[in-house]
């Protein structure tokens, strides 16, 4: 197997986590997406959507989609469990993970893809139709991307964890993000108690710094 | 069960899709979201997130997220698969729905959204900040919506299904959402013959009217 993977980027970040705490290693080839190396002929060779991470088995099978690619793992490697282990456990870990993704990660994408100057001709991922940044997208994208700061303020003032009471690819998600947003400048306030305490906590686990 | 469901939105009709190839008929509850119900008090303490659909179990417990739902009924009527009976099957048809979901489904309701009179006001979903329309948005997201079309007929042209050699839930959200495209203005158009000859499939198919 091998991953093409971007250190700093959040997407790549969430996989290299969960191989973490699934106790995996495997190599790991780094594609630069600020200067377009996922645009660039090498790449679109091996996936031809442009998009990062990207898992290549050994038979040569291309897997892109971080939670797809953490299926797969979560499938060959199943302890600890990250995605439930029971029908309505994997259903609730899905719903938080997707509610992370959609309202936290999308919307912290939203702005930084519409500001940051290596995305000035391209605000869409991979090899989506070049797109023009927004200015718009900016507020809107910090608007989403405080409104699940609260929700999880809440969810984390009466849960453990993310989907419940153990860790799992939600948190991942969720701790990402809250990474990704200070790109967008956004960072936990004083009064988001619970959820600094759950990121000290995530922060501690290996998986954090993979 | 309850399912809280608009028989008109893309999203409720990928889960009633699904649930009617299962051979499964759960109670339904109509919420009309142009008119604002799903945001309405009575909808917003059942689901605070307010978004559709939305699948209240016996106990209580709440499921939204189309995706996490359809994960739900697959553990609990597992045949006919489809979500994957192996690791690998899993991670391929997750990768294939998602990019259904993202590069397709969400660049149609990007168009849409940001153009429909009704959501003039809230042109993100569900409890998300209320945002204006961008026109703008609108061109791209008919620019994304268009590229996933290029993209899905280069599939069918090499794989009976979108996410291999069987029906899956991947066909599901790109049936789905070529029919929504349509509410944009985007049609298949006439050289798009796998795209065409395989829809004509799903369409015959039970939970297509759903």
Redesign the interface.
């Known amino acids: 197997m091998r991953l093409y993977d971007m250190k700093a980027a959040p997407n790549p970040r969430r996989v290299r986590f969960f191989l973490a705490e699934k106790g995996l290693e495997i190599p790991r080839e780094e594609v630069d997406i600020p200067s377009g190396a996922n645009l660039a002929p090498q790449f679109l060779a091996i996936n031809p ?1 442009g998009v990062l991470p990207t898992l290549v ?1 050994d038979d040569g ?1 291309v ?3 971080s ?3 953490c ?2 793992v ?3 490697r199943p302890e600890p469990n990250l995605m439930g282990c ?3 456990e ?3 870990i ?2 938080w993970q ?2 992370m993704e959609f ?1 936290g990660m999308m ?1 912290i994408a939203m702005a930084f893809r519409n500001a940051a100057p290596a995305f000035a001709r391209r ?2 991922p991979g ?3 070049p ?2 940044q ?1 200015p ?2 900016v507020e ?1 994208g910090l ?2 991307a ?2 699940w700061l609260e929700r999880l303020e809440a969810r984390l003032a009466e849960s453990p964890y993310v989907a419940g009471p153990r860790f799992t690819i939600a948190d991942i998600t969720a701790f990402v993000s809250i990474d990704f947003a200070k790109w967008v400048g956004l960072r936990l306030g004083e009064d988001s108690r619970a959820t600094r305490a759950w990121y000290e906590g995530v922060k501690a686990r290996p998986g954090a710094s993979a």
């Open positions: 959507r088995l099978t897997i892109d989609e939670v797809a690619i299926r797969y979560e499938g060959i029971d029908p309505l994997q259903a609730i899905e719903m997707r509610r309202d919307g605000a869409s090899t989506l139709p797109a023009a927004v718009e997208l809107r608007a989403q405080r409104h």
